[in-house]
Each structure stands twice: as C-alpha cells, then as structure tokens.
C-alpha cells in the first residue's frame, strides 16, 4: 500500500539493549524525519534525510543513530537504550519543496 | 531561529460553540506555517498550510486559520466544533532557509464538551 509505515507500533526493551525502529515511504520523498513525542514537549527533531546517504541531527539526536542506504527507508537505532528513550516515536517524510510533511502511524517505544 | 508558540495547552468548548486555538511565531525571515491534528493514538495528519498568497487558509473539516505578519499570529478557527473534533492541535513553522524540518508548537489539547 502506498503511504508511510513503521514497525513495530509497539516495543517494549530493557536498558541497554539496541533497538531499530523501521520507517519505509512508498513516495520516493527526497527528504525524511524521526521526530519523538513527549508529554509537555510537543514533538522534537531527532533526525533528518535530504536523501540518500545525506543525514543531519536535530534537537534531541544523543543515543540515536540513522542510516539511510535507500530513499524509501529511514532506520532509527538507539544503540543502548535508556529509560529518558521511552516515548512514541513518529516518522515523516515530505517531497523536496513541499514542506509539507507525511507522517507515519508512530511507534510507542518503552524502556524498562 | 524559527519558533513556534502555542499559547493554550488544553481549550475545552462546548458542542457547536466556536473555537479558537492560538499560535505565534517567531522569525526573522518568511515562513511557511502549519497546522496539524492528532486524534488518539494515530500520526499527524495536515489540517491547513500557509506557504504564501491569502492570509486566510481554509483547510479540512472547516477549520480556516490566518496568517497575520504584523501579529506573527496563524490562529486556527472553527465556528462550530464537533464531538468529533476531540485531539491534539499541533502549529508547526519552517523558514525558507532551504529544506529545514518543522518546528513544532507544544501542541493544544480540545476538549469538545456535549
């Protein structure tokens, strides 16, 4: 189906494990993000792609790591998860000069 | 650097009343300005976006907003709310400086009352 997904939708993890979490787009959107979502914080920029091969870090990237090998795919890894990582997790995609921005259905991540 | 305010965290507005959930923001440059809902457990989905042209936006479901530079104000405006208008209200900027990501407004909780 055409549109933006993620999975799992739903992770539980203990502290100190790494975890992927997977954000694929149909679109062939030049540009995608991985915003986390917190109470009180609204939603901020974790990370974000031009395009392939091309990432730059947003506001709260500390623990994270992304790689983006193919236009359609933007993996999200905490590499040793923390409990301050619980938190749903959203990826967006948008076209280049669009600015408008497509997102996923969230991922809700928790750390025990 | 952009900024975006949201200056009400939970508006509460009785079945068919108008509603009105404020946003400011903050730039040196022009900006593209948006305004995006959640309902429970889902994504963001865009209700209305300004990029340039008429200050007044009209966008899904009959919400409008509009664009006021002197003010630095995009207001999203309903005149008649509905149950089902119940979510998270979330006003989002972006400066023309090339493709930067959005900056997200700490979002605005309605609570639509019957």
């Known amino acids: 189906d055409a549109g933006i997904t993620q999975s799992p939708r739903y992770k539980i993890t203990e502290t100190g494990r790494q975890v992927t979490l997977m954000c694929h787009q149909t679109w062939s959107h030049s540009y995608m993000f991985w915003y986390r979502q917190d109470l009180g914080h609204g939603l901020r920029l974790i990370y974000y792609s031009a395009a392939a091969d091309i990432t730059d870090k947003g506001e709260v990237s500390d623990g994270y790591v992304v790689s983006r090998s193919k236009t359609e795919n933007f993996p999200l890894t905490l590499e040793s998860a923390t409990r301050s990582q619980t938190s749903v997790y959203f990826c967006?995609?948008?076209?280049?000069?669009?600015?408008?921005?497509?997102f996923g259905p969230g991922t809700r991540l928790t750390v025990t | 650097a952009q900024s975006v305010t949201q200056l009400d965290s939970q508006v509460p507005v009785f079945e068919e009343a108008p509603v009105e959930l404020r946003c400011n923001y903050s730039?040196?440059?022009?900006?593209?300005l948006f305004w995006y809902v959640q309902y429970p457990n889902q994504g963001l989905q865009l209700l209305l976006k300004?990029?340039?042209?008429?200050?007044l936006v009209k966008g899904i479901n009959g919400f409008e907003a509009e664009f006021n530079k002197s003010q630095t104000s995009f207001h999203l405006r309903k005149p008649s709310v509905h149950i089902s208008d119940t979510a998270e209200y979330f006003c989002a900027g972006s400066d023309l400086s090339g493709n930067t990501p959005l900056v997200f407004g700490k979002g605005t909780r309605l609570s639509v009352i019957a």
């Open positions: 730039s040196s440059v022009s900006v593209y």
């Open positions: 967006a995609s948008a076209g280049g000069g669009s600015y408008e921005q497509y």
């Open positions: 300004y990029l340039s042209g008429s200050t």
